[in-house]
């Protein structure tokens, strides 16, 4: 519970402060994070990898703008006449942005990486989340793993038939992935299903 109250008032500064406190608090949170959870800087680097992209394309939509002045822009090109670029004040909207999501971020993995996934659902049970919330968030959260197993089989299996020699290959390899990765998914959740309807499921996961 107190780890839970810490976060949420990190996540209220991150909203709330500037640039320079995020980017301070960054810098601080991502080592303590990388000594709280044991792990290497480059497997928390990997970590951080796998949400960037979504935050790029979030940034790139926000720092594009167009203008039928070029001089409105501090980086402009032609497009259809008039000018798309960068503007001051995206610019500024981007950094602001990129440090509080950023920031958010980092806080997230703080808490997520220090606190048992047990305990986090305890927590939303004991501050009285409604419980298909906390359901929905078990099941999510099993599937995770479920989803990631599957790639890493389907994935070692392919590189195994060379699947991944050639840009051809691997187009085709990654296509085939995901068709069998998509089915495989739903027999492992049905199989869940099965198994949960012969323990008598009423609908509701103990808690």
């Known amino acids: 519970m107190k780890k839970s109250a810490a976060y949420l008032c990190l996540l209220l500064v991150c909203f709330l402060t500037g640039p320079l406190v995020q980017g301070l608090l960054i810098l601080a949170i991502i080592p303590l994070t990388i000594y709280t959870a044991k792990v290497t800087p480059q497997r928390y680097l990997k970590w951080l990898m796998i949400p960037l992209p979504f935050l790029a394309v979030s940034l790139i939509t926000i720092l594009m703008t167009t203008s039928p002045n070029a001089g409105d822009l501090l980086i402009s090109l032609p497009f259809f006449g008039r000018f798309l670029g960068i503007s001051a004040a995206s610019l500024d909207m981007g950094m602001h ?66 699947g991944f020699n050639g840009l051809k290959n691997s187009y085709l390899s990654l296509g085939m992935m995901i068709k069998l990765l998509f089915l495989q998914t739903f027999d492992r959740f049905n199989k869940m299903t099965l198994s949960l309807e012969m323990k008598f499921f009423n609908g509701d996961f103990p808690m």
């Open 97 to 162: 942005l990129f440090f509080r999501s950023f920031s958010c971020l980092v806080c997230t993995y703080l808490y997520i990486l220090s606190v048992p996934f047990q305990q986090i659902l305890q927590v939303m049970k004991r501050a009285h989340f409604p419980l298909l919330l906390i359901e929905l968030t078990m099941l999510m959260y099993r599937f995770i793993f479920i989803f990631l197993d599957e790639v890493f089989i389907l994935k070692r299996s392919q590189e195994m038939r060379f």
